[in-house]
């Protein structure tokens, strides 16, 4: 019999540990094991310790993700841990339930293959060195899945590399590793074929200056759709920069379902924050300036109704004041 923790509160995993550790060994691995299939908030807290996630915000998005992860574009603002929740852990989870001894039904037999993609490769090849850095360094998950992870990856996996990406133990044998990384706009694979990708950071503040730049992600977003799997899935993890960027883009063709995160409940910068502190947060919006803060806490980058001239950019020379002036006539 298996535990189910789908109605369960944060506040009730303590006691659950508590339980599972009087347990004998073989019925608390076999536990430990299906809540790491089917759990993800007990995955990331307890098997790849991540006590930091222990928030009212951060399990509830856990559990939206665990109950619709596909399909959907994760526009939350930034250090609100989406890339940690979706990329990361998420990931490893697939990889978990998909492979093994007894994988979940729902997967019908088929063993995930996972595409990181990013603005460039080398930001989808730092997510790949955290997940693989988690499987070959985490004793817990390894004692917990000996039929999935080797105890010694770099000597027995047929891949086991950021560049070349890492493959687990696994009945099928694709051409595509078990996760890799890749970038969209100077390192598009050819001929690959992902049963998950995951598009994390797929635009940049540079590039969202440039409506040439922003046109260029898109293309090669489309192109990229080429590289998946019949019957896989799609996940888009990023934040706004620019109102007509990639995002919007996706958003008006339908490409995948948005679910929104500000860092205010209301999205209003004056708002009751959502997870970081409200000193934090202001301290960001002072530093930030109004249009970035905007963007990437609010997810809100309407320019038209956010980057106006606002009085306070002025700055006023009491004493002191420079040699040579310019002059302006600002017109409102």
């Not at 898109?218 to 109102?243: K, M």
């Amino acid at each position: 019999m298996s535990i189910t923790t789908t109605t369960m509160e944060m506040s009730h995993y303590p006691q659950l540990m508590r339980s599972l550790q009087k347990l004998p060994k073989p019925t608390r691995y076999s536990h430990l094991r299906n809540l790491c299939r089917t759990d993800l908030y007990f995955l990331l807290r307890y098997v790849l310790n991540r006590p930091d996630v222990e928030d009212p915000f951060l399990f509830a998005r856990c559990r939206e993700v665990q109950n619709s992860p596909n399909e959907h574009l994760d526009l939350w603002s930034r250090e609100h841990y989406k890339s940690t929740i979706i990329t990361f852990a998420k990931s490893i989870q697939d990889i978990l339930a998909s492979h093994g001894d007894n994988p979940l039904p729902e997967w019908k037999g088929r063993e995930a293959t996972l595409g990181i993609f990013s603005f460039n490769r080398g930001k989808a090849l730092d997510f790949v060195q955290q997940i693989m850095y988690e499987l070959e360094g985490n004793k817990v998950l390894k004692d917990l899945f000996p039929d999935i992870l080797y105890q010694n990856p770099k000597k027995e996996s047929s891949s086991w590399s950021v560049m070349g990406g890492i493959v687990v133990k696994r009945e099928s044998n694709p051409k595509e590793a078990t996760v890799e990384g890749w970038g969209l706009i100077d390192s598009m694979p050819t001929g690959s074929h992902f049963f998950g990708r995951i598009y994390d950071d797929v635009i940049t503040e540079k590039f969202a200056r440039s409506p040439e730049m922003i046109a260029k992600t898109t293309e090669s977003w489309e192109l990229s759709l080429n590289l998946g799997a019949r019957g896989g899935f799609s996940r888009y993890i990023g934040t706004r920069y620019n109102y007509n960027d990639t995002y919007r883009t996706l958003m008006k063709r339908d490409a995948a379902t948005p679910r929104i995160h500000a860092a205010t409940i209301d999205g209003k910068p004056e708002g009751e924050p959502v997870f970081l502190t409200r000193e934090e947060l202001a301290k960001k919006r002072r530093e930030m300036g109004s249009f970035v803060f905007a963007c990437q806490m609010l997810q809100n980058p309407k320019a038209d109704e956010i980057q106006g001239f606002n009085k306070d950019h002025l700055l006023f020379y009491h004493e002191d004041p420079p040699t040579t002036w310019n002059y302006y006539l600002i017109v409102d």
